[in-house]
C-alpha cells in the first residue's frame, strides 16, 4: 500500500461528516431483483431493463451499496473462492 494511499484515507476519515454517519445509520441495505435480465440482452424487454437499471442506480446514489438477489451466478462456484 502507498503513503499517498493511505494518506488519502485518513483525509477521508477526518472530513467525513460524523453527522451524516449518524443519520444514515438508520437505513436500510437496498435489494434489488435482477430476475429481469434473464435470457440473452437482445431479448430483454427495454421497461424491465430500464427499471433494474434505476433501481440499482437509485440505491447506490442514495445509500452507496446494495443486494442484487436472482442475479443468476452460481453459487457453488463461488463459495470455494
Known amino acids: 500500500?502507498?503513503?499517498?494511499f493511505?494518506?488519502?484515507?485518513?483525509?477521508?476519515?477526518?472530513?467525513?461528516?460524523?453527522?451524516?454517519?449518524?443519520n444514515r445509520a438508520d437505513e436500510t441495505i437496498?435489494?434489488?431483483d435482477f430476475s429481469a435480465l434473464e435470457g440473452k440482452y437482445e431479448d430483454l424487454s427495454r421497461t424491465d431493463f430500464a427499471n433494474v437499471?434505476?433501481?440499482?442506480?437509485g440505491a447506490?446514489?442514495?445509500v452507496?451499496?446494495?443486494?442484487i438477489k436472482n442475479h443468476g451466478?452460481?453459487?457453488a462456484k463461488v463459495s470455494p473462492i
Do not use: A, W
Open 1 to 4: 500500500m502507498s503513503i499517498n
Open 6 to 22: 493511505i494518506k488519502y484515507k485518513i483525509h477521508l476519515f477526518k472530513n467525513y461528516n460524523l453527522c451524516e454517519m449518524r
Open 30 to 32: 437496498p435489494v434489488v
Open 53 to 57: 437499471v434505476q433501481d440499482f442506480g
Open 60 to 62: 447506490m446514489t442514495s
Open 64 to 67: 452507496g451499496f446494495v443486494y
Open 73 to 75: 451466478v452460481d453459487m
